[in-house]
């Protein structure tokens, strides 16, 4: 063979990088960060645009009177006047408050007790598919036995809003855990990783997008579950977005009612959203997302 | 049946297995995955278990890293030494960049950090990946990823490396480079590898000694020391001697299964 020019290790280190920069040539591609932006956000400023043109259509045709169904213009105008005002701040702040709190024990209870039924195959057998009977319960199915059980308290609302997100989150854990490849587990043994540093250094990672998946899954029935409590469980001194959702259709205030749900809207979406720059995040890392995929 | 051509030497050998039986299943399914494997492998010596399918090789493997447990026979390994095994997929961590997917067995140890970067470059520099440690496993072709795979392994210090089919989904000529690197890297560090291939060529070119193994049960039924001066090339007459005297042998053993 031709190794006049080198010489052993000299023509080994060539050849590997050679072959090194020919198989990876090209994969570098970068598409910059602003189109990447615009590409993702048009389609959707579009779709609101014509939400909203379909909207002014119906408005416009006359088919409900507009003490009912008030224009887009009309409902920005009351949104801008609360939101110069303290009742619609306060009420989000209620609302935010119970969110969290409701959530962040939703994720621990749901950690934990997916962690200790994925570990444990006992307490697989025993609760696993109650815990996706539970998923399927519609939260406001729970409402009469919270009333009964809390009154119309705060507690029944953060007792629907726990057991709406809980159930998610722990099945994320758990097919989480399922679904860790066992190469992985095996090589990470091999690596020295022993009970806890194992769950640390390799199922924990591994099982992360699920358990993001899950955490999303979680925020999105605590949400609802919250604005469920929140139309049932009125009176309780606090004006929380639910609750002004309730007087503005109790006052047959339309332009009202219609900003705040569009406040609850874009809450929803915010959150999301912040769930879905993490899930993406995730996947970038993991080389699992398409450089055309969003 | 001691099918070892050199005398049983277990106070010296780096691997000693002594009648290693393994049996998977229960009743009537049981399955005879090894039965009374006996084997001592010489510290620095670079041994090949050549093999049909069903032969148990990988199981052999698992049992010595300690991933699974043997029902007969005692496995030993010198000074209690902690086995690196290597598998034919790279089994990196996708969510660590290359630096630190080589990092992880450093860390399990508990080093300090400054002896973990410094440790990390050089077990990179010596798979040729220096200028890749930023990267992630997914932005890498499949033979640096083996070498990434490599260093993970090494950076355990573990005089004994386990490598179940390692190149067996690599194309030839990425194989063939990745030969000689192992071959020096072996040298260098004076490893003790048991290597487990179905490529009968791989074998002649990397071992000091191939073991052929039959199937349906796992025994040893011949062995033979490769007399070949090293660095060795995988087409050179000598290797190719080597390979088609295994691959005669292989395929007698393969025929006894037919009808």
């Given at each position: 063979m031709a190794s006049d020019t080198l010489t052993g290790s000299a023509r080994t280190d060539a050849e590997i990088s050679g072959l090194d920069a020919l198989e990876i040539a090209g994969r570098d591609k970068e598409v910059s960060r602003g189109a990447r932006l615009w590409a993702s956000t048009w389609p959707k400023l579009a779709a609101l645009a014509i939400a909203i043109g379909l909207w002014q259509v119906v408005v416009w045709s006359g088919w409900k009177p507009p003490y009912s169904l008030p224009g887009p213009v009309t409902v920005a105008e009351e949104l801008a006047r609360q939101a110069s005002g303290r009742q619609l701040w306060d009420g989000l702040a209620t609302t935010l408050q119970r969110a969290a709190l409701g959530y962040v024990f939703s994720v621990a209870v749901g950690l934990l007790v997916g962690l200790a039924v994925a570990r444990s195959k006992m307490l697989r057998a025993a609760i696993g598919s109650m815990i996706t009977a539970l998923q399927?319960?519609?939260?406001?199915?729970?409402?009469?036995?919270?009333?009964?059980?809390?009154?119309?308290?705060?507690?029944?609302?953060?007792?629907?809003?726990?057991?709406?997100?809980?159930?998610s989150i722990a099945n994320g854990v758990i097919s989480g855990v399922d679904y860790v490849p066992p190469l992985l587990v095996r090589a990470g043994r091999n690596l020295g990783a022993r009970g806890l540093n194992l769950y640390r250094y390799v199922i924990a990672p591994a099982a992360l997008p699920a358990i993001v998946a899950g955490l999303k899954q979680g925020w999105a029935f605590s949400w609802r579950s919250l604005m469920a409590g929140e139309l049932l469980v009125v009176g309780i001194s606090q004006t929380?977005?639910?609750?002004?959702?309730?007087?503005?259709?109790?006052?047959?205030?339309?332009?009202?009612?219609?900003?705040?749900?569009?406040?609850?809207?874009?809450?929803?979406?915010?959150?999301?959203?912040?769930?879905?720059?993490?899930?993406?995040?995730?996947?970038?890392?993991?080389?699992?997302?398409?450089?055309?995929?969003? | 049946m001691t099918s070892t051509t050199t005398p049983p030497q277990s106070a010296t050998a780096a691997v000693a297995?002594?009648?290693?039986?393994?049996?998977?299943?229960?009743?009537?399914?049981?399955?005879?995955?090894?039965?009374?494997?006996?084997?001592?492998?010489?510290?620095?010596?670079?041994?090949?278990?050549?093999?049909?399918?069903?032969?148990?090789?990988?199981t052999l493997?698992?049992?010595?890293?300690?991933?699974?447990?043997?029902?007969?026979?005692?496995?030993?390994?010198a000074d209690d030494a902690h086995p690196g095994l290597m598998f034919q997929e790279p089994a990196l961590f996708p969510w660590l960049t290359v630096e630190a997917n080589v990092e992880v067995p450093l860390k399990l140890r508990g080093l300090p950090r400054a002896e973990r970067r410094e440790r990390v470059a050089e077990l990179l520099s010596t798979v040729h990946l220096s200028d890749f440690?930023?990267?992630?496993?997914?932005?890498?072709?499949?033979?640096?990823?083996?070498?990434?795979?490599?260093?993970?392994?090494?950076?355990?210090?573990?005089?004994?490396?386990?490598?179940?089919?390692?190149?067996?989904?690599?194309?030839?000529?990425?194989?063939?480079?990745?030969?000689?690197?192992?071959?020096?890297?072996w040298a260098e560090r004076q490893l003790t590898v048991l290597f487990v291939t179905h490529n009968v060529r791989e074998a002649a070119r990397l071992a000091d000694r191939i073991i052929l193994l039959s199937s349906r049960p796992g025994r040893i039924i011949w062995s033979t020391e490769v007399n070949v001066s090293r660095p060795r090339r995988i087409d050179s007459p000598e290797v190719a001697a080597i390979a088609s005297e295994v691959t005669d042998r292989l395929r007698t053993e393969v025929g006894r299964h037919g009808k």
């Open positions: 399927t319960m519609p939260s406001i199915a729970w409402f009469p036995l919270a009333i009964l059980l809390f009154e119309l308290s705060e507690k029944a609302i953060f007792f629907v809003v726990v057991l709406g997100a809980a159930p929380s977005l639910g609750a002004q959702l309730t007087y503005s259709r109790e006052l047959s205030d339309a332009p009202w009612l219609l900003a705040t749900m569009i406040v609850i809207l874009v809450v929803g979406l915010v959150v999301d959203a912040a769930f879905g720059a993490a899930d993406r995040a995730i996947r970038r890392r993991w080389g699992v997302l398409d450089q055309a995929g969003q | 297995l002594s009648g290693v039986t393994k049996v998977y299943g229960r009743g009537t399914n049981a399955v005879l995955a090894l039965d009374g494997v006996s084997l001592d492998v010489r510290p620095g010596e670079f041994v090949c278990l050549v093999g049909a399918s069903g032969c148990g090789k990988s493997l698992n049992l010595v890293a300690g991933l699974d447990r043997a029902q007969g026979g005692t496995i030993t390994v440690g930023r990267k992630r496993p997914h932005e890498l072709s499949g033979g640096m990823r083996q070498r990434v795979a490599l260093a993970r392994t090494l950076a355990l210090d573990t005089p004994v490396l386990l490598m179940d089919e390692p190149f067996g989904a690599l194309d030839a000529m990425t194989r063939d480079i990745l030969h000689d690197e192992l071959e020096r890297i």
